[in-house]
């Protein structure tokens, strides 16, 4: 299967987007969801679907789609011609002449001799122009066999222009003096050739001003989102063979070039310092306020800013692959997604207007088998073609996600999809991995304790040579120990890593293990009681001993301790303020888990569990009644990632951890756990209010026209409202903290 994201033009409401995705979906092997609010369609499909099958599936359902290309550079977010530009000007072009139409309508003082007649030539080009795209999409719609909100639109618009048409040429109502409108002195009922022109003209006007209202609101929807992806640089100086620097676009870079960054600039894509020192500001990308300080060796990011020396940088990833693009690529994957709450809105929305259209055709029979005059019947009928309002539900959920995962990349958290708000808001349990989540995972080698008559440069050469072949921090921090001490390191035969125990290895002559008691023990080492008693000694200290042994006997201990992020004490302060209960799950022995776990106030910890260990873990908690959410950054935290109901990875950790994780947290801050499910729980609470609001709308004001209560013109206004609720209801999310 492949995935194809298509942009969609054409769509006004939600059944617009439903009418898409049925279509789509009818084809063999395909799934997929149309958005209304980002006007994209995400389409899973198979080899034999082609994108040119799936783009004339859309332009025979009446819509236009080309294939989406993204760009890391984006667009302009009101460019010249844009929907809301050429709204802006149709409405201002039919406010014009609608309000002298209104307001003879509504104001008798103003109603001068063959008044009427001036309001139809005002009225005509609002109706027939201002109104064309209704009335266009309606068509459309009709060929097609089917009914959107603009149908509802342009029936009652047309339907009020045509019958204030009869009125004026074969009625009462084109008479010299005669008195028309809603008002307290004139009663609907007494006169059957009443004219609607004020509604016809207002209900255009009130439809376009909601949808320019609207339109605007969705860009600033999705305005994070643009505003990520335009931190990135445009051009860059790079050196190549040998060659004085050279400013090229951002796109000719190749991975593997040099490219300079001077103070002030922005790094131009994702890479390691080649040469030079200087601090690094993260905050655009991260939200982290204090500046890294960087040199040889150090990885920097693409879109970060430079503010100390001069950098020169070797490329590492480009296009797609740089973090930056990863992180719109989280967002954007997001913001297509549906929470399972959208599903029954969608529902509603594909039958939404023939049910409308329906129910406006039985008002009128009811009003009329009444026996009350033709106005009052015709009137009710079309206050519930205008009043309906689809779009309040199709926006309701699409609009929060465009600023919930804006707002969240911005703050550094990237939700991966709708369905993880739910999971949010159950959780009651956090499992924090230790190395890397509470503590730095910057572990340092602080002590070699030799046994007797071993030289301790040899014991760290030796341990550091095999080391070398491990990615664990420990295993770092001994080759970083022995590379700072100057130490040869001499080639490596026969390695194996024993996941979470250790390492084994041959060094010259020597068989050497490496690791932990438990692994000496499986291969019947000897341990030394000095070695045992230095072992025992560093662990009640809470620091992690590192036993190294060869040919069958422990040669002596290295002595490592991970520091404890400064935020660790506060975020755990937080999570347990949501209600939450934390748990402290590491690999490392119990009393170095105890030690931390004070240090930063949890009471619960889970220690000496091995990578597959983690996994099961989870489960026991979920076999118990926990909700839980897992926070980890290692491979080894992959599985129980996946497995919890709630993965946040951070960002700061493997790619691994990041694919299985449900929210990335791209900073190394724990803090950002409390701010990850405070923001989802804030998103899932404005879709349910979106939703609440859309639905209670429809439900109170359907019946209220029907029954005669409202004045189409009103009816209007109170529909293109409804929308402009949902979305400014939504944006509320742009100021989350």
Same mark, same amino acid.
């Given at each position: 299967? *492949? ?5 969609? +033009? ?19 092997? !395909? ?14 499909? $198979? ?9 004339? #599936? ?23 011609? *844009? ?49 064309? +795209? ?17 149908? /509802? ?6 339907? @009020? ?46 439809? =376009? ?39 090229? $676009? ?110 406006? !055709?039985? #008002? ?76 730095? +995972? ?57 996941? +979470? ?19 000496? %023990? ?15 000694? @560093? ?24 520091? !404890?992020? $400064? ?7 937080? =999570?347990?303020? /949501?209600?939450?209960?934390?748990? /402290?799950?590491?690999?490392?022995? %119990? ?17 000496? !569990? ?46 691994? %951890? ?21 923001? *989802? ?28 209560? /409202? ?16 979305? #400014? ?9």
């Amino acid at each position: 299967m *492949s995935v194809i994201e298509l942009d969609i +033009g054409g769509m006004t409401c939600a059944s617009c987007a439903a009418r898409i995705e049925k279509k789509l979906n009818r084809l063999a092997g !395909v799934t997929a969801t149309v958005n209304y609010a980002t006007e994209k369609a995400a389409v899973d499909h $198979p080899p034999a679907i082609t994108a040119r099958q799936l783009v004339e #599936t859309v332009v025979d359902a009446g819509y236009t789609a080309t294939v989406h290309t993204p760009e890391i550079t984006a667009a302009q977010p009101d460019p010249p011609g *844009s929907a809301a530009d050429r709204l802006r000007r149709r409405l201002l072009l039919c406010l014009l002449p609608a309000v002298p139409v209104i307001a003879m309508a509504m104001i008798p003082a103003l109603q001068f001799r063959n008044w009427q007649w001036l309001s139809l030539t005002l009225a005509a080009p609002v109706v027939l122009w201002g109104g064309a +795209g209704f009335h266009r999409a309606a068509w459309v719609n009709l060929r097609h066999a089917t009914a959107t909100m603009d149908t /509802l639109i342009s029936l009652g618009t047309l339907s @009020a222009f045509a019958w204030s048409l009869y009125a004026l040429f074969f009625g009462d109502a084109g008479m010299p003096g005669m008195r028309h409108g809603f008002t307290l002195t004139v009663d609907r009922g007494a006169a059957a050739s009443d004219i609607y022109l004020e509604v016809a003209a207002g209900v255009v006007v009130f439809v =376009l001003a909601g949808r320019y209202f609207e339109a605007r609101a969705k860009q600033r929807a999705g305005s994070a989102l643009r505003a990520l992806l335009e931190l990135g640089a445009k051009d860059v100086a790079v050196l190549r063979d040998g060659r004085p620097e050279e400013r090229i $676009p951002l796109g000719q870079l190749r991975i593997g070039d040099l490219f300079l960054v001077r103070p002030g600039e922005k790094v131009a894509t994702d890479g390691v310092v080649d040469s030079g020192a200087s601090a690094v500001d993260l905050s655009l990308l991260t939200g982290e306020s204090v500046p890294v300080e960087v040199g040889p060796g150090d990885a920097v990011v693409g879109a970060t800013v430079n503010i100390g020396g001069l950098l020169t940088v070797r490329a590492t990833r480009i296009g797609a692959d740089t973090q930056l693009a990863r992180m719109a690529k989280l967002v954007e994957a997001a913001q297509h997604g549906k929470a399972p709450v959208q599903r029954l809105a969608d529902r509603v929305a594909g039958v939404f207007v023939p049910i409308v259209i329906a129910l406006a !055709v039985a #008002t009128l029979g009811f009003w009329l088998g009444t026996g009350v005059a033709p106005t009052v019947a015709f009137g009710a009928a079309v206050a519930v073609l205008i009043i309906a309002c689809p779009c309040a539900l199709g926006l309701a959920t699409p609009t929060a996600l465009l600023v919930g995962t804006g707002r969240g990349a911005q703050l550094g958290v990237l939700i991966k999809g709708p369905q993880v708000l739910e999971s949010t808001r159950r959780v009651d349990t956090v499992v924090l991995d230790k190395t890397g989540t509470v503590t730095t +995972g910057a572990t340092a080698l602080t002590e070699v304790l030799p046994a007797d008559g071993v030289d301790p440069d040899d014991l760290l050469a030796t341990a550091a040579a095999v080391e070398h072949g491990s990615e664990h921090p420990l295993a770092r921090a001994i080759v970083t120990a022995a590379a700072d001490r100057g130490l040869p390191r001499e080639p490596v035969r026969h390695f194996v890593n024993h996941g +979470g125990k250790g390492v084994l290895g041959t060094v010259g002559e020597r068989s050497v293990t490496i690791g932990r008691a438990e692994l000496l %023990a499986d291969g019947s080492i000897t341990v030394p009681p000095a070695v045992a008693a230095a072992r025992t000694t @560093a662990e009640a200290a809470g620091r992690t001993a590192v036993l190294v042994a060869w040919d069958g006997v422990a040669r002596g201990t290295l002595v490592l301790a991970d520091a !404890v992020k $400064p935020t660790s004490a506060e975020a755990i302060t937080r =999570l347990r303020a /949501l209600g939450l209960t934390p748990i /402290l799950l590491t690999g490392d022995n %119990a009393a170095t888990a105890h030690t931390v776990a004070a240090q930063v106030g949890i009471d619960e910890v889970i220690a000496e !569990v091995l990578p597959a260990g983690k996994l099961d873990v989870i489960k026991q908690l979920q076999d118990r009644g926990k909700v839980v959410a897992m926070v980890g950054d290692g491979v080894n935290d992959a599985a129980a990632l996946a497995q919890a109901d709630l993965g946040l990875a951070m960002g700061t950790g493997t790619d691994v %951890a990041i694919e299985a994780g449900d929210i990335t947290l791209v900073r190394g801050d724990l803090r950002s756990v409390a701010t990850a499910i405070r923001l *989802s729980r804030a998103t899932l609470r404005t879709i349910r209010g979106n939703l609440f609001w859309a639905f209670g709308y429809n439900v109170a004001a359907i019946p209220l026209a029907a029954a005669g209560l /409202l004045n189409p013109m009103l009816a209007g206004a109170a529909m293109a409202l409804s929308s402009l609720f949902v979305v #400014t209801n939504s944006l509320r999310l742009r100021t989350f903290r």
